[in-house]
């Protein structure tokens, strides 16, 4: 084995691995933002809706968890213009990830809601607040607090998945290091310091979100 280490091409590529790096975060950020917001009105259509409400959440949530992120993605990059909907690569993918991620936040909100103990409720019943300002200013920010842990595995989730957009030409970390190794051969330095990338950002991400945990307290 006569290969040999050379990091030149990595290094000055460098520039370039940092920006996909920043666009995948940007990227996944948005996707957990917006997810969570369809997440939050799913599980409240889901505990607190009437029939109708109930089974559209639940085909919403049956049909995304069980389709690959991957086909998503595809199907949104290519079908979707086929129909007149056409979006910039970057807004097209955060789109997928918002969508995929709303599905599995929706069930850790839901789950989030149903464990909070009936008295709450009935506290803020008694006091006159009613069925909808209950969920929306009592319910809600408990459930937000207990759903955090799931909520910031979440969001490192879809930051890996942000590698994903490099099929669409989406120009994230991935993209750029595919890019680098194309020009340079340099397989084993490439896709090394792309991987020890995704590694310290995962872990930045989550020693982060431990300390947003432990600032508020769960109830």
Same mark, same amino acid.
């Given at each position: 084995?006569? *290969?040999?280490?050379?990091? @030149?091409?990595?290094?000055? #590529? ?15 950020? @948005? ?11 799913? /599980?409240?259509?889901?505990?607190? #809706? ?9 085909? *919403? ?28 690569? &970057? ?8 969508? *995929? /991620?709303?599905? *599995? ?5 839901? /789950?989030?809601?149903? =464990? ?11 006091? @006159? ?5 209950? /969920?929306?200013?009592? %319910? ?10 799931? =909520? ?12 994903? $957009? ?20 340099? &397989? %084993?330095? &490439? ?16 020693? @982060?979100?431990?300390?947003?945990? $432990? ?5």
């Amino acid at each position: 084995m006569d *290969y040999t280490l050379n990091f @030149g091409a990595v290094f000055r #590529g460098f520039d370039d691995l940092l920006a996909g790096l920043l666009l995948g975060l940007e990227m996944g950020l @948005g996707g957990l933002l917006i997810g969570s917001l369809i997440g939050i009105v799913a /599980a409240l259509a889901a505990v607190y #809706g009437g029939r109708p409400a109930r089974i559209l959440v639940a085909l *919403y949530v049956g049909l995304i968890r069980n389709v690959p992120i991957l086909v998503l993605a595809l199907f949104a990059f290519f079908a979707l213009p086929s129909i007149g909907i056409r979006f910039d690569n &970057v807004i097209t993918f955060a789109a997928v990830l918002a969508v *995929y /991620a709303g599905a *599995y936040l929706t069930e850790s909100f839901r /789950a989030a809601i149903q =464990v909070i103990p009936k008295g709450i409720t009935e506290a803020a019943q008694s006091i @006159g607040l009613t069925r909808t300002g209950t /969920a929306i200013w009592v %319910i809600l920010p408990i459930a937000l607090r207990n759903a955090l842990p799931s =909520v910031g595995n979440n969001f490192i989730s879809l930051f890996k998945d942000t590698s994903i $957009a490099a099929v669409i030409a989406v120009p994230e970390l991935t993209f750029q290091a595919r890019k680098i190794n194309n020009e340079s051969f340099r &397989v %084993i330095e &490439v896709w090394m310091i792309a991987s020890l990338m995704y590694v310290f950002t995962c872990a930045l991400i989550a020693t @982060g979100l431990r300390r947003l945990e $432990a600032a508020f307290p769960k109830f």
